[in-house]
């Protein structure tokens, strides 16, 4: 059973639109992380967020963490060609991390 | 910077060979992971290393061991390879945990085959 579903799992969108992906689960965590990985390469860390309700902004990116700490998103404005790749949320429980489905995204120039 | 290397970008297997997969990183981190990607699974946690000689199963351990006799190594072993077994393999090492978890710096990835 997959404990972190992700949507959409793929987004094609023009260069200059906003878009928002979902990370939701019925289990708490202590903490989330998403990650973006570019093809040939491992993950790399965005942003963690811990308490319910954080928002964390990183330039375009705007990650929020919901109220229970069971979902979270990430909302990119003005997309780049620069921002294509696979996101990864990542949640944390105990030692581990459990990670999402991945959402592939394509931005078009 | 932290840098974690992997020993093949792309390995070929035959059915039931012994498969050894390394794992390498130079930021003097204490845990170290493996994990396979399949597309639509995400990452799934093979094994975690928290100190040398100290390991635990994470969700799919069947079929896999690990060893870490170095704190900068951490090996992952498929005694006889199969064809579900094909997939990328993704090694990562972090600190210890912290009051904001820990970050994971991942390797480039060994694109494992077995025919």
């Known amino acids: 059973t997959q404990l972190l579903e992700q949507s959409p799992q793929f987004l094609s969108i023009q260069e200059g639109e906003n878009l928002t992906v979902y990370c939701n689960s019925s289990?708490?965590?202590?903490?989330l992380q998403w990650y973006r990985q570019e093809p040939g390469e491992g993950p790399v860390l965005l942003v963690t967020?811990?308490?319910?309700?954080e928002v964390k902004k990183l330039k375009r990116l705007t990650f929020q963490f919901g109220d229970a700490r069971k979902d979270s998103s990430l909302h990119i404005t003005a997309a780049q060609p620069g921002d294509t790749g696979l996101y990864l949320c990542?949640?944390?429980?105990?030692?581990?991390?459990?990670f999402g489905t991945g959402t592939r995204l394509k931005v078009l120039a | 910077d932290v840098k974690v290397t992997q020993s093949s970008r792309y390995l070929v297997k035959r059915t039931g060979e012994k498969v050894f997969l390394e794992c390498v990183q130079d930021?003097?981190?204490?845990?170290m992971f493996w994990y396979r990607q399949d597309p639509g699974l995400g990452l799934r946690l093979i094994y975690f290393?928290?100190?040398?000689?100290?390991?635990e199963k994470g969700d799919i351990p069947e079929g896999y061991s690990v060893s870490r006799e170095k704190k900068e190594r951490f090996s992952l072993i498929l005694e006889s390879a199969s064809t579900n077994q094909t997939s990328m393999y993704l090694c990562?090492?972090?600190?210890?945990?912290?009051?904001?978890?820990?970050?994971?710096?991942f390797g480039p990835g060994t694109r494992l085959t077995v025919t």
């Open positions: 990562a090492s972090s600190l210890p945990q912290g009051a904001r978890g820990y970050e994971q710096y």
């Open positions: 289990s708490v965590f202590s903490s």
């Open positions: 967020v811990v308490t319910g309700g």
């Open positions: 990542a949640g944390a429980r105990g030692y581990k991390y459990i």
């Open positions: 930021m003097d981190h204490e845990n």
């Open positions: 290393s928290y100190d040398v000689k100290m390991k």
